[in-house]
C-alpha cells in the first residue's frame, strides 16, 4: 500500500509536468523551431489510440480469452498500411478546407450539411462520453487500488478524480482552445500526448519485465505452467479450428481498423494536427511498432497474474497495479499507476478538444446565432467561449456518468461499443472520399439508419445488462416481438453479440448510404463538392498550403462588401478581419476589391476554420446572395470550362510559335555576329596584315553590321505590328506616284546588275488612305527580292499597277529562277528565305511576312504565282476603302 | 504549361506495394490461415500460436518499414 498523499502528489506532479511540457513545446513553436515536426513524436502521438481500456482492460481481455485482446491492435495495424493511400487524401482535403473536425469532414462533403454535421456530433458524443467516464473510472479505482482506501464512497467533493478531472479540463483548455482558428495546430498537446504515450509505454514493459524476469524465471516459465493448468492451457490457443469464431475475429479486427481512423480522437491526431504529409510514412509502420510492443507482455502479465493470484480470485483489470503491490514492489506500482494515468489522460485531452470542437461548431454555435439572428455584434469572442465551455462541461458529464454508473456493465463494455459508434462514419465519410454518387440525404440515411441499430442492438442490451431495463426485453424481445430481440435481430442467431450489431448496423448504413443515393442525382453544391474531394490527389496544389488546389466548381454570388466585412468582423474580430480583407486586396494587387467569388470563398473558407465549415456555409449564405444552382447552370460552367480548355490549348500553340520564333531570330542574330567577330579577330592576330585585304574586312564587317542593324529593326518592327503597338499614320496617298518613287529609289540597284525596270500604270489611279512609309517599305521589300533573283545582265523587272471599283493590285515580276512550289507557301514565314542559299546573306528573312503583316493590316491579301524556271510574280492588293483590321 | 503528367498517375508503386502488404496481412492474421498454427506446440517454452501470431505481426512491420522507408516516392 502507499500513501494516499503520496500518489495524489505524484499524480498531480505528472499532470504539471505535462502542462511544463506543453507550455514548452508551445513555445519552440512560436520561435518556429517545432517539436511535433517530427515524424517519430507525429507516431508516438498517434499512440493516444491506446487508453487506459487497453492499458488495463489487454490484461483483463487476455486473461479471459487468451488472444482475444489482439484483434484491436491489429487492426490499426493493417490500417496504417493505407495510411499512404487513405490518410494522406483526408489531410490533404481538410487542410485545404480548414476542416477540424470529423463531423466537417463529412458535412462538408456533402454539400456542408448543417444536419449531417449535427447527427456525426450526436453520434460522436452519444458514442465518445461513457468512454470518457470510463478513463475516469480507470483513474479512480487505481488510485483506490494503490492506497487502499475504498474509493469513491466519500462525498463528491473529496473525490481526487475530480479534481483530476477539472485539472485535465484546465489543460486541454490551455493547450487545445487558446485560439480561434483551430487549424492551427495544438503544438503543446501534442507533444505532451506524444510524451504520455511514451511514459504509458515504458511503465507498461517495466510491469512487463517485472513479472516475466522479476517474478517468473522469465516467459518460457510461465507459459509452461499455463499450459500445464486445465484451466489456462485453452487461453494460449483460439479453441481449435473447428471452434474458432472467424467472423468475430473478422469484425474486431474490422472494427479496429475503422477506428483508428474514425474515433474523433484519432481524426483529430491523425489529420487535423498533422504537420506535414511525408510523416504518414514513418507513422505506417511506427504506429504498428508502438502496438506491437506495448501488446508483448499482456500475455505474460495476464497468465503471471492468473498463476499468481489463481484465476477468479482476482480483478485481472488490475493485474497491472496488483501484481507489484503484491510483490512488494511499491515504486513500480506507482510508476504502473502513473502509466495508466497518462494513458487515461491522453485520451481524455485529445477526446475533449476534438469532440468540443464538434459539439460547439455543430451543435451549440447554429443555435446561438439562430438565437441572436439579425443582431450584429461582435460574436468573435463566442465560438471559443463555447468550446471552452463544453470541454468543461464534457469533463464533469463524464464524471457524473462514472459516478452514476461506475459498476455498470454499460461502462466496463463501452470500449468496443464506442468503435462500433464511430464506425457507423465510414460508408459516408470513405464512400464521399471516392465515390462521386454520395449524396446528403444518402449519407444522413445510411447514418441514421445505422445508428439507430447501433443503439437498438448495442446501447441498449448494455442498459438492459446493467439492470436498467427489465431484461425480458433482450430474452423476449419488445412486447414479446421475438423477431425484434435485441441480440438475434430478425433472428439471426451464432453471431457474439458485436458482430451482430456491427453487422445489421453497417448493412443497413452503407445499403442505404448507396440506395438513397442513388434515388436522385447530386444537386449542384453536393457535384462540386464530391469533385473537390474525390479528386483532392489531382488538385494543382502540390504544395499544401490552404490557397492551393481547386476552387470550387460552383460557387456564384454577389454580396456587398460592407455586409462581408461586417460578418468577418462579427465572427473573427474587427482586426483580423480588416487584417484578413487587406491581405485579400494586397494579394489581388488591388484597391479593397468587390467582393467576387474568391473573396467570398476564401472568407468561408476563413471561417470555417472557426465555427465549422457548415456554419460557415450557413453565416455567408445568410449575407451573400446566392442562387441556387439549376442543372442548366452547371452545364453552363461546363461550358465555360470547355471554352477555357480550348483557350488555352491556343496559347499553348501560340506559346510553341514563339518559341520557334526566338530560336530562329536568335539563329539569324547569330550568323552575322559570328562573321562580324571572325574577321575583327583575323585583323587582331595579323598587324601586318595587308593594307587592301584589311579594307576588305572591315568592308566585310561595316556590311554585316549593317545587316544585323536591319535584322534588328525589322525583328522590333514585326514585333511592333504582331503586337499591334505599331503606328499607322494613315494619310492620303497616290498609289502610282508611289510606284515611280519607288522604282526610282532602286534605280541605282537594278542598273548595276543590269536589269530593266518596266512600270506598266494607269495615267490616274483613286486616292488611298494609307500609310505612305508602310506602303513603299511593302514595294521596296518586292523590288529588292525581284532585283536579288532576276539573272544578271538581261534580266527584266516589271511592276504593274492595277485600278478597279473595289481594290488597287500591284504586281512585280521577274523572269529568275521562279520559287518551287513546295516553297511558296513558306516564303512568307518568317525567316523561310526562298531560292538557293547563295542568296541568303543578303536577306533577313523577314522582309515579305512584315510585308504581308501590312497589307493585310489594310485588310488586302498578299500572293504569289510562280512556274519554276519562268520567274516568280509577287503582287498585292488593297481595298480602297477597308475597316482596319488588326494583324 | 508543359507540367508533368506525373502528378495524376492513379496507382505509384509506394502505394500499390502497401495495398499489396495490406491484403497479404489480411490473410495472414485471420481465418483460416490463423488456424494453422493452433495446436498445442511450444518452441523454446513459448507456445506456438502467440509466437506465429507476434511473429507475423512483426513481419509485417518489418515489410512496411522496408516498403515505406526505401525511398520510393509518393
Given at each position: 500500500?502507499?500513501?494516499?498523499p ?20 508551445d ?13 517519430w ?8 489510440y491506446c ?7 489487454s ?13 484491436i ?33 463529412i ?29 475516469l ?52 498537446m ?58 468475430q475475429?473478422?469484425?474486431l ?13 484519432q ?87 476534438a469532440?468540443?470542437?464538434m ?34 462541461a ?8 462514472f ?7 454499460a ?30 440525404a444518402?449519407?444522413?440515411a ?39 430481440r ?34 436522385r442525382?447530386?444537386t ?22 490552404h ?6 466548381v ?8 460592407d ?12 482586426d483580423s478581419?480588416?487584417r ?15 467582393p ?9 473558407t ?39 480548355r480550348?483557350l ?6 501560340l ?8 530560336s ?26 595587308d ?30 505590328i ?50 505612305r ?10 523590288l ?6 532576276a ?79 519562268e520567274?516568280a ?15 | ?6 502528378r ?61 522507408e ?5
Amino acid at each position: 500500500m502507499l500513501s494516499t498523499p503520496l500518489v495524489l502528489a505524484a499524480s498531480f506532479a505528472y499532470l504539471l509536468l505535462l502542462f511544463g511540457i506543453a507550455h514548452y513545446a508551445d513555445g519552440r513553436g512560436r520561435q518556429g523551431r517545432s517539436l511535433i515536426n517530427n515524424a517519430w513524436v507525429y507516431a508516438l502521438s498517434i499512440g493516444v489510440y491506446c487508453t487506459a481500456w487497453t492499458y488495463y482492460g489487454s490484461v483483463g481481455r487476455a486473461a479471459s480469452s487468451g488472444l482475444w485482446f489482439l484483434p484491436i491492435y491489429l487492426g490499426p495495424t493493417l490500417g496504417m498500411l493505407l495510411a499512404w493511400t487513405v490518410l494522406r487524401k483526408m489531410i490533404r482535403i481538410a487542410r485545404r478546407d480548414r476542416i477540424t473536425s470529423i463531423a466537417d469532414f463529412i458535412a462538408s462533403r456533402y454539400g456542408k450539411s448543417r444536419a449531417l454535421a449535427a447527427l456525426v456530433t450526436l453520434i460522436a458524443l452519444v458514442g465518445i462520453l461513457p468512454y470518457v467516464a470510463l478513463q475516469l473510472k480507470a483513474i479512480a479505482s487505481g488510485l483506490a487500488l494503490l492506497t487502499g482506501s475504498p474509493g469513491t464512497a466519500g462525498p463528491w467533493w473529496q473525490d481526487s478524480t475530480l479534481y483530476i478531472a477539472l485539472l485535465l479540463a484546465g489543460f486541454t483548455i490551455a493547450f487545445g482552445a487558446r485560439h480561434l482558428d483551430s487549424s492551427e495546430r495544438h503544438e503543446g498537446m501534442v507533444a505532451a500526448i506524444a510524451f504520455e504515450s511514451l511514459v504509458k509505454l515504458l511503465a507498461f514493459v517495466a510491469v512487463g519485465v517485472f513479472v516475466c524476469w522479476g517474478m517468473f524465471a522469465g516467459p518460457g516459465e510461465i507459459f509452461t505452467r499455463a499450459a500445464d493448468r486445465t484451466d489456462l492451457a485453452p487461453l494460449l490457443g483460439l479453441g481449435g479450428g473447428e471452434h474458432f469464431a472467424a467472423a468475430q475475429w473478422f469484425a474486431l479486427t474490422l472494427l479496429a481498423m475503422l477506428s483508428v481512423f474514425l474515433l474523433p480522437r484519432q481524426f483529430q491526431m491523425l489529420v487535423v494536427e498533422n504537420t506535414d504529409e511525408r510523416h504518414l510514412k514513418r507513422l505506417s509502420w511506427a504506429f504498428p511498432l508502438y502496438l506491437l510492443l506495448i501488446n508483448l507482455f499482456v500475455l505474460p502479465i495476464a497468465l503471471g497474474g492468473l498463476l499468481h493470484f489463481g484465476s477468479g480470485r482476482a480483478n485481472a483489470e488490475t493485474f497491472v497495479l496488483s501484481l507489484p503491490l503484491a510483490l512488494d514492489s511499491p515504486g513500480l506500482a506507482l510508476l504502473a499507476f502513473i502509466g495508466g494515468l497518462s494513458a487515461a489522460t491522453g485520451m481524455i485531452i485529445v477526446e475533449a478538444i476534438a469532440v468540443a470542437t464538434m459539439v460547439s461548431n455543430d451543435l451549440a454555435m447554429p443555435l446561438l446565432l439562430r438565437a441572436q439572428r439579425g443582431s450584429p455584434r461582435d460574436v468573435s469572442a463566442l465560438p471559443l467561449a463555447v468550446r471552452r465551455t463544453v470541454i468543461v462541461a464534457l469533463l464533469l458529464l463524464g464524471y457524473l456518468y462514472f459516478r452514476v454508473a461506475g459498476e455498470a456493465y454499460a461502462l466496463v463494455s463501452i470500449g468496443l461499443i464506442s468503435f462500433a459508434a464511430v464506425a457507423q462514419f465510414a460508408p459516408a465519410l470513405f464512400g464521399g472520399m471516392y465515390w462521386k454518387g454520395g449524396t446528403r440525404a444518402g449519407a444522413l440515411a445510411g447514418l441514421a439508419a445505422g445508428f439507430a441499430l447501433w443503439a437498438w442492438t448495442l446501447l441498449l442490451p448494455s442498459i438492459a445488462k446493467s439492470g436498467w431495463l427489465p431484461a425480458a426485453f433482450l430474452a423476449h424481445g419488445p412486447f414479446g416481438i421475438a423477431l425484434l430481440r435485441p441480440e438475434q435481430l430478425f433472428g439471426l442467431a451464432g453471431f457474439d453479440n458485436l458482430t451482430h450489431a456491427l453487422l445489421w448496423s453497417l448493412l443497413a448504413n452503407a445499403g442505404l448510404y448507396v440506395a438513397v443515393s442513388l434515388a436522385r442525382a447530386p444537386t449542384g453544391r453536393e457535384a462540386a463538392q464530391a469533385l473537390r474531394f474525390v479528386d483532392a490527389m489531382h488538385d494543382a496544389g502540390h504544395d499544401v498550403g490552404h490557397d492551393s488546389g481547386a476552387r470550387p466548381v460552383a460557387w456564384r454570388g454577389a454580396g456587398g462588401s460592407d455586409e462581408l466585412r461586417a460578418l468577418a468582423a462579427r465572427f473573427l474580430g474587427v482586426d483580423s478581419a480588416r487584417r484578413l480583407l487587406a491581405d485579400f486586396a494586397r494579394r489581388r494587387g488591388g484597391s479593397p476589391a468587390a467582393p467576387d467569388a474568391e473573396l467570398v470563398n476564401q472568407l468561408e473558407t476563413q471561417l470555417a476554420g472557426a465555427i465549422g465549415s457548415a456554419s460557415a456555409r450557413a453565416a455567408v449564405a445568410s449575407v451573400v446572395e446566392e442562387e441556387t444552382l439549376a442543372p442548366d447552370d452547371v452545364l453552363r460552367m461546363l461550358d465555360e470550362t470547355s471554352e477555357v480548355r480550348a483557350l488555352n490549348r491556343q496559347l499553348a500553340s501560340l506559346d510553341r510559335l514563339k518559341d520557334d520564333f526566338m530560336s530562329s531570330v536568335t539563329h539569324e542574330l547569330r550568323t552575322p555576329l559570328t562573321s562580324i567577330r571572325a574577321f575583327a579577330e583575323l585583323m587582331r592576330d595579323d598587324p601586318q596584315m595587308d593594307p587592301a585585304q584589311r579594307q576588305h574586312f572591315v568592308d566585310l564587317i561595316v556590311a554585316e553590321s549593317e545587316r544585323l542593324s536591319r535584322l534588328v529593326n525589322q525583328v522590333l518592327d514585326m514585333a511592333k505590328i504582331e503586337s499591334g503597338h505599331a503606328e499607322w499614320r494613315n494619310e492620303t496617298i497616290d498609289l502610282a506616284a508611289l510606284v515611280a518613287h519607288a522604282v526610282e529609289t532602286t534605280a541605282a540597284g537594278f542598273q548595276a546588275r543590269g536589269i530593266t525596270v518596266t512600270v506598266e500604270a494607269p495615267a490616274q489611279v483613286p486616292a488611298l488612305h494609307a500609310d505612305r512609309d508602310r506602303i513603299l517599305q511593302v514595294l521596296l521589300n518586292l523590288l529588292s527580292n525581284a532585283a536579288k533573283f532576276a539573272p544578271q545582265d538581261g534580266g527584266r523587272v516589271t511592276v504593274r499597277l492595277q485600278a478597279d471599283a473595289r481594290e488597287a493590285r500591284i504586281e512585280v515580276r521577274d523572269n529568275g529562277p521562279g520559287v518551287p512550289p513546295e516553297q511558296q507557301r513558306l516564303v512568307f514565314e518568317k525567316f523561310r528565305q526562298g531560292g538557293d542559299a547563295r542568296a541568303r546573306p543578303q536577306g533577313t528573312g523577314l522582309g515579305l511576312p512584315i510585308s504581308r503583316q501590312i497589307v493585310e493590316h489594310y485588310g488586302g491579301r498578299m500572293w504569289l504565282h510562280s512556274t519554276p524556271g519562268e520567274g516568280a510574280c509577287f503582287g498585292f492588293a488593297l481595298p480602297w476603302h477597308a475597316e482596319e483590321t488588326k494583324p | 504549361m508543359r507540367s508533368s503528367k506525373r502528378r495524376s498517375q492513379p496507382a505509384t508503386l509506394l502505394r500499390q506495394r502497401l495495398l499489396a502488404l495490406f491484403a497479404a496481412g489480411w490473410l495472414a492474421l485471420n481465418f483460416p490461415l490463423l488456424a494453422v498454427w493452433d495446436h498445442p506446440v511450444r518452441i523454446g517454452g513459448l507456445p506456438l500460436l502467440p509466437l506465429a501470431v507476434f511473429g507475423g505481426w512483426a513481419l509485417l512491420i518489418a515489410l512496411a518499414a522496408w516498403i515505406a522507408e526505401s525511398g520510393a516516392d509518393d
